[in-house]
C-alpha cells in the first residue's frame, strides 16, 4: 500500500509541474508586451541540499505586472474648464491735490473801542500786545484794517490778500 501511495504522490506531482511549464510552450504573442518577473520559490525541505536546489533553479514562475498605470483615482470632469479674463493695469496719474492757501486763524480779539465823532478807533489783543486801530492801518506788515463798522471790523491778511472779519459789537 505505500507503493500505491507513492506512485499517485509521484503522479500528482508530475501532472502538476506539467500544467505549470505547458502554459510557457504555448505563450501567446500579446503576452510581449507585459513585463514578466521570475520569482524563484525558496525550498522548504532541508534534507535534500541538491535536489532542493536544482528544482528552485527549475521552479522559476513567471508573474505578470498587471499594475496599471497612472493614478486610478484622479479628480475629472465633464465640465469646460472656465477661462479667466486677463486684467491690465493702467497706472493712474494721480495729480497731487494742491489746497488753495489759506489764511491763519485770527490772532486778534476785540476789546473795546472808542468812538469819537471824526474818528472810529478799535482796541484789540494779540497774545500781550493791545493794538489800537484805525480804518487803513497795518499791523506787523501782514494784516490791514480795511473798514470799521457798528458791527464787524474787516481785515486783510496781505501775503495772501484774503479778507477776514472780526465781530467788534452789537447793533444797540
Known sequence: MNNKRVVGWVAFLGVAAALTWLPEYFKQADDSDVQVTAVATPAKDKADGAKTASKAAAATVA??????????????????????????????????????????????????????RTDLQVFLQSGEKIYVVRKGDVIDATWKIERISDMELSLVYLPLHLSQTLSVGSAQ
Do not use: C
Not at 496599471?68 to 497731487?96: H, I, M, R, Y
Open 63 to 116: 508573474i505578470k505586472d498587471l499594475s496599471p498605470t497612472g493614478d486610478l483615482f484622479t479628480a475629472g470632469s465633464w465640465k469646460v474648464a472656465p477661462k479667466l479674463a486677463s486684467v491690465t493695469e493702467q497706472p493712474v496719474n494721480v495729480a497731487p491735490v494742491v489746497q488753495a492757501p489759506t489764511a491763519p486763524a485770527m490772532p486778534f480779539q476785540f476789546i473795546g473801542r472808542m468812538d469819537d
